[in-house]
């Protein structure tokens, strides 16, 4: 078993930068993919982007495609991500999730979910 926990959400202006951390405990994650996922009020939640075992392979979502890069570091159990030219509508509670397999990380099929930290854009 393991546990992922996010940090690093917070208010920033339009334009602006922000780099998440998704910190992994109780067990190795170096075999698995990562990812993160968001869910703004009255939204269901979205795929944002995903990151292989390895780092070798990503995957993002047409909203975030050039804006935002996923990364991990096998050696610290951790992943990040990192948002440029924030947007109001990128504004949502960020999951970190992880699952044996990319695709079912894309799908939303992750064995584990850390609890969310909040990402507010204002205009």
């Known amino acids: 078993q393991g546990h992922l926990v996010e940090s690093g959400g917070r208010l920033v202006q339009a334009g602006g930068s922000l780099t998440l951390s998704c910190t992994a405990s109780g067990r190795s994650f170096s075999n698995d993919a990562m990812g993160w996922f968001r869910q703004a009020p009255g939204k269901e939640r979205e795929f944002v982007a995903a990151?292989?075992?390895?780092?070798?392979?990503?995957s993002y979502a047409d909203s975030v495609r050039g804006r935002f890069s996923i990364s991990r570091d096998n050696t610290k159990n951790t992943a990040s991500l990192q948002m440029n030219r924030l947007v109001p509508p990128d504004t949502a509670v960020y999951f970190c999730?992880?699952?044996?397999?990319?695709?079912?990380?894309?799908?939303?099929?992750?064995?584990?979910w850390g609890q969310g930290t909040q990402v507010t854009v204002s205009p």
């Open positions: 999730t992880a699952g044996p397999l990319i695709s079912g990380v894309i799908g939303g099929k992750g064995d584990y």
């Open positions: 990151i292989s075992w390895s780092g070798g392979t990503s």
